[in-house]
């Protein structure tokens, strides 16, 4: 019996999306109004979630997409959670700041 004894490196850099378990993930299925990619800011108005435009128009906040939808398609929705910021897919000129607080009012918390 041989043992592996090659030189292992490890990371502490997150290489995921979910960044914690301390908060349960709630999610959801909602038709996307337009293409959405993965791990996007959603705003959900007549039944369809559509990716935030800027940070002035946050009324209808609904979660983030976990995966990526084409417009149609149904999109699963994390409705709360630990999720790392720097993750975020936001339009030019928005930064996670801009929606952290909004979504920690809907149960989403970045770190």
Known sequence: MSMDLAKKT?????EYFIA???IPIAKAVKV???ELAAHTPVI???GKV???ASADALDGLYGVTA???ASGEEAIIYLSGEFFADELVLPAGMAAADVEVALRNIGIYLK
């Open 10 to 14: 490890f990371s502490t850099e997150p």
């Open 20 to 22: 914690g378990t301390n």
């Open 32 to 34: 996307a109004g337009a």
């Open 44 to 46: 959900l108005a007549e």
């Open 50 to 52: 559509t990716a935030v």
């Open 67 to 69: 995966e990526a939808a």
